[in-house]
């Protein structure tokens, strides 16, 4: 659901860029407040996973689409709405600058659309009311899965309104929203089973961290087992089970090519060219394979594709990923220190 910049316009653009910088801003206080200095590392550790999580497309069966995890309900479940907000937005930054996925004029809507609504909709208004303090169950999994799919349906739905509020392009509103939302309806099971897992694979290895966030008053360690775990999953699906992701478009290129015709559209002059040539020189594995050697993840005509490029992408994105995440969480608690020593 990473959207293009041959989607926008530089005026939804630039409003979504002040939404999501006035969201992120509201979070840093809130993380700089709250913050723990033992679950920073979640913070890196669980951006990375997610990282390397997004570049698995699975096949949605009987459609020719694929989707991938958002994971905002992951990082919301385990680390809290503000944490996983500013984790999000780390994992997709590194995703446009690094690798080409997303456009850079787009950057802001994509970090709203996969940020916003799963932690600051999904995760407090159903999942926490479904799941409280239980670990499985039909309450945990009906709010996992509820929970996602309300989040990308939100998600979605948002795609569509920025793209038709941009008038960039000629997508009828209806026909692409009658498209966009049944795709993502499949994808957001998928996802909501996948969060249950996680979570409970996060509460077996460190009972009692549900219900207790990151940005709580008094949020426990991470656990070495969990920080061990997920590094662990990282290095494994962004290094070797990458190879496996599906090769149909994903729901947003597919839902294009029912409306269209073509899964894809055209750069606009001017901003969006600029911003795309930015792009083309900081992204140094585009499309998460090396430059002009080999095809991009998506274009192999055989499945699996074992790809050096392909494993360099999950390993480097999911480390820088982690930096971030950790940078950002260390550079807030020591602002929330010395406000706290100033007062």
């Known amino acids: 659901m990473h959207m293009a910049d041959a989607l926008m316009s530089p005026a939804v653009g630039g409003v979504m860029w002040a939404i999501s910088g006035g969201l992120l801003a509201w979070c840093s206080r809130q993380v700089r407040r709250l913050l723990n200095d033992r679950m920073i590392p979640m913070m890196g550790v669980l951006g990375a996973f997610i990282f390397a999580a997004q570049m698995i497309n699975f096949s949605i069966?009987?459609?020719?689409?694929?989707?991938?995890?958002?994971?905002?309900l992951i990082l919301a479940a385990l680390l809290g709405p503000y944490?996983?907000?500013?984790?999000?937005?780390?994992?997709?930054?590194?995703?446009?600058?690094?690798?080409?996925?997303?456009?850079?004029?787009?950057?802001?809507?994509?970090?709203?659309?996969?940020?916003?609504?799963p932690a600051f909709v999904a995760y407090p208004l159903i999942y926490k009311p479904l799941v409280k303090s239980t670990q499985g169950?039909?309450?945990?999994?009906?709010?996992?899965?509820?929970?996602?799919?309300?989040?990308?349906?939100?998600?979605?739905?948002?795609?569509?309104?920025?793209?038709?509020?941009?008038?960039?392009?000629?997508?009828?509103?209806s026909t692409f929203v009658w498209m966009m939302l049944p795709i993502h309806l499949a994808i957001g099971v998928v996802e909501g089973v996948a969060t249950g897992a996680v979570v409970l694979f996060v509460l077996k290895a460190r009972p009692g961290l549900l219900g207790e966030p990151?940005?709580?008053?008094?949020?426990?360690?991470?656990?070495?087992?969990?920080?061990?775990?997920?590094?662990a999953a990282t290095l494994i699906v962004g290094g070797v089970v990458s190879w496996f992701a599906s090769t149909h478009p994903d729901g947003l290129e597919w839902a294009m090519a029912k409306v269209k015709g073509k899964n894809t559209l055209e750069s606009q002059a001017g901003?969006?060219?600029?911003?795309?040539?930015?792009?083309?020189?900081?992204?140094?594995?585009?499309?998460?394979?090396?430059?002009?050697?080999?095809p991009s993840q998506g274009e192999s005509s055989s499945w699996p594709a074992p790809s050096a490029g392909t494993s360099v992408s999950g390993l480097v994105g999911g480390l820088l990923t982690l930096v971030l995440a950790?940078?950002?969480?260390?550079?807030?608690?020591?602002?929330?220190?010395?406000?706290?020593?100033?007062?």
């Open 137 to 173: 169950g039909l309450r945990f999994w009906m709010g996992a899965i509820g929970a996602a799919v309300v989040g990308l349906q939100l998600g979605a739905f948002c795609v569509v309104l920025e793209t038709t509020l941009s008038g960039i392009s000629d997508l009828p509103f």
């Open 61 to 72: 069966p009987g459609t020719g689409s694929s989707g991938h995890l958002g994971g905002g």
């Open 271 to 294: 901003m969006s060219e600029k911003l795309a040539d930015i792009q083309a020189t900081t992204a140094f594995l585009p499309d998460y394979g090396f430059k002009k050697s080999e």
């Open 214 to 231: 990151v940005d709580s008053a008094t949020p426990p360690g991470g656990g070495r087992k969990v920080i061990i775990g997920l590094l």
């Open 83 to 117: 944490a996983a907000f500013i984790v999000i937005a780390s994992v997709l930054t590194v995703q446009a600058l690094f690798f080409a996925d997303g456009g850079l004029l787009a950057l802001g809507c994509n970090i709203f659309n996969l940020g916003f609504f």
């Open 326 to 343: 950790v940078g950002a969480g260390w550079l807030l608690r020591a602002k929330g220190r010395s406000k706290t020593m100033e007062s």
